[in-house]
């Protein structure tokens, strides 16, 4: 049965962009730890020669024209959503 | 219960001002998180001035709260997107009010829609509407609740793994989930693109086929969506319908099993041909789909990240800070849980041995679906192996919490129709559910059987 650590579980928060409280980071362990558990009941499937499916019903790329659609929402609304804000820019903390 | 037709003689104004008085009555249930009302009597009015007319014209309705609907808040029931104002309304909402239908207000539902109890919610577990004691059922709870309720005829959810067709279960009434890409998922939040449908809560079959018949159809801004293929059925003669034995085994509770049994032995009378059916590889579906759907979901929720929208964690220095605490803050422990599994399983070293395998074993499921399909009309068995489970009683485990959800996530994982048609009660009075299944675009012909089986 797959093994979680403390250390894993911080990795794959960190891979997630999530920063987790001590508690947390221990009760995630024992869970993820038991779902994997779980879920590695599908290696005892013999799936060789068989194929994955991604989709389910047959669509493979669908393209549309490289054109500008209007969908009503403009700049000024979209923007407004934005947590912090300047007049015409989104604020983020300093990137570089 | 009450059904889309009540609203024919009655003004649009009294049926919602109607429904919002069964709301405030209602409270102790906490179905909604929202209500649209400035809207909906604005609307309302609109109808009785004859301004919006169709087949819906006055006939309230609810919708999830994880759909974009101008009136109120869009949250997924999630903190990250509290106060978050749709800039947009989601495509199934627009076709549902081009019919004169009236959104009254939105639904709790598990985070995300990631849950299978509504327990999961940030604002608050719904309880059952039969037994405030239980759960609701999810990730829809609050939209099943509402149209249990008779507070309004019809309720829009969405359906991953069995979203919809649980709690309708749960909750005695009707529940679909159509085909992969019936109705198009613009505007609504996005959980695990492979699986994600949009369904709807009726007490009646012939209701929820009518409501899906309006939904359906292509939408450029869903590239996944079919073209319309849900036209009215005459229902079929003497069908052949299995009963998938392995949802039929000791460890599903005896009186679900009753249930379902009587289903059957009343299709029979009714003509059809009822077989038991195998179909080994269902046994594998939970363990396939807590793969996949956690992969989807951490991918589908990256968006999320406290820039463009929702909530920022206050006083952080650095972007990668921002993040980290805008999604901790933001997201529940549920959605950690399935995320950090997705970020597993795509991982190099074990993308091969999870996320692919998982995706080979969806092939093998799909061709026992398949293999039964070339004989079977339709196949039935229960929803879930127990009726509504007590308010806390699965939460503290997330394993058997996933495990609750075996007879559902199959036909998600092959993207074929599945509904959930109430089947009586237990003992104890509470809702058991059927649940029918069949091949892709078989979606009104199974509602129109469910409706030749129901009372009066």
């Known amino acids: ?18 920063q987790l409280a001590d508690d947390e980071t221990d009760s995630l362990q024992t869970d993820i730890e038991n779902i994997l558990g779980y879920v590695e009941q599908l290696s005892q499937l013999d799936t060789s020669g068989i194929e994955p499916t991604y989709q389910v019903t047959g669509l ?9 659609i209007d969908y009503g929402v403009t700049r000024e609304t979209l923007l407004a959503l934005a947590p912090e804000k300047t007049t015409d820019s989104v604020k983020v903390p300093k990137v570089l | ?81 509290e106060n978050f104002q749709a800039p947009l309304q989601a495509t199934a909402v627009e076709r549902l009010e081009a019919e004169g239908a009236i959104c009254i207000g939105k639904a709790n539902l598990d985070a995300f829609a990631h849950g299978g109890s509504t327990e999961n919610s940030a604002y608050g577990v719904t309880k059952n509407a039969i037994d405030q ?64 449908t949009i369904g709807t809560f009726a007490t009646t079959a012939d209701d929820a086929s009518l409501v899906m018949a309006i939904m359906a159809g292509k939408d450029e801004r869903d590239m996944t969506t079919l073209p319309d293929f849900f036209g009215a059925e005459v229902l079929k003669p003497a069908q052949k319908i299995g009963i998938i034995r392995e949802f039929m085994s000791d460890d599903v509770d005896e009186e679900v099993r009753d249930r379902v049994i009587e289903y059957a032995e009343k299709l029979k009378t009714a003509g059809h041909i009822v077989e038991e059916v195998n179909l080994p590889m269902i046994k594998y579906g ?43 803050e933001g997201f529940v422990t549920e959605n950690k849980r399935r995320i950090m599994i997705g970020s597993y399983v795509l991982s190099s070293g074990y993308f091969d ?25 339709a196949l039935i068995g229960p929803v879930s192996p127990t ?33 959930s048609v109430p089947a009586g009660t237990t003992s104890d009075g509470l809702p058991v559910g059927v649940q029918i299944i069949g ?18």
């Open chain 2, 439 to 456: 091949q892709q675009k078989s979606d009104a012909q199974l509602l129109a059987l469910a409706s030749s089986q129901e009372e009066n």
């Open chain 2, 286 to 328: 939970v363990g396939m789909y807590y793969i996949i759907v956690p992969a989807e979901i951490s991918s589908n929720l990256a968006r999320y990240d406290g820039i463009r929208y929702g909530v920022r964690a206050q006083n952080v220095q650095t972007l990668a800070e921002l993040y980290g605490r805008s999604r901790d």
């Open chain 2, 133 to 196: 004691t239980r759960v609701a059922g999810g990730s829809s709870g609050g939209s099943a609740v509402v149209t249990a309720l008779d507070i309004v005829p019809f309720a829009l959810g969405t359906d991953t793994g069995g979203s919809i067709r649980q709690p309708a279960s749960f909750n005695g009434v009707v529940g679909v989930k159509p085909t992969y890409g019936t109705v198009s998922r613009y505007g609504v939040v996005a959980m695990a693109s492979s699986t994600d």
């Open chain 1, 60 to 68: 493979t790329n669908v393209w549309r024209d490289d054109s500008v």
């Open chain 2, 1 to 81: 219960m009450v059904k889309i037709s009540d609203y024919n003689d009655i003004s649009a104004v009294e049926a919602v001002q109607q429904a919002l008085d069964k709301v405030a009555a209602s409270e102790s249930y906490h179905a909604l998180l929202s209500l649209t009302k400035e809207r909906a009597l604005e609307r309302a009015a609109a109808v009785d001035a004859g301004e919006i007319t169709g087949k819906l014209a006055g006939v309230p309705f609810v919708v999830k709260d994880n759909f974009l609907a101008f009136g109120a808040p869009t949250t997924a029931a999630s903190k990250i997107l």
């Open chain 2, 353 to 377: 041995a999870y996320y692919q395998q998982a995706q080979k074993a969806r092939t093998l499921l799909i061709n026992e679906f398949n293999a039964l399909f070339e004989t079977y009309d």
């Open chain 1, 1 to 18: 049965m797959t093994q979680i650590s403390r250390d894993d579980v911080q990795h794959l928060a960190q891979l997630s962009s999530l």
């Open chain 2, 387 to 419: 009726p509504a489970f007590r308010i806390g009683e699965n939460a503290e485990d997330p394993v058997k919490m996933y495990l609750a959800d075996i007879m559902t996530v199959s036909a998600s994982l092959a993207g074929v129709p599945a509904i």
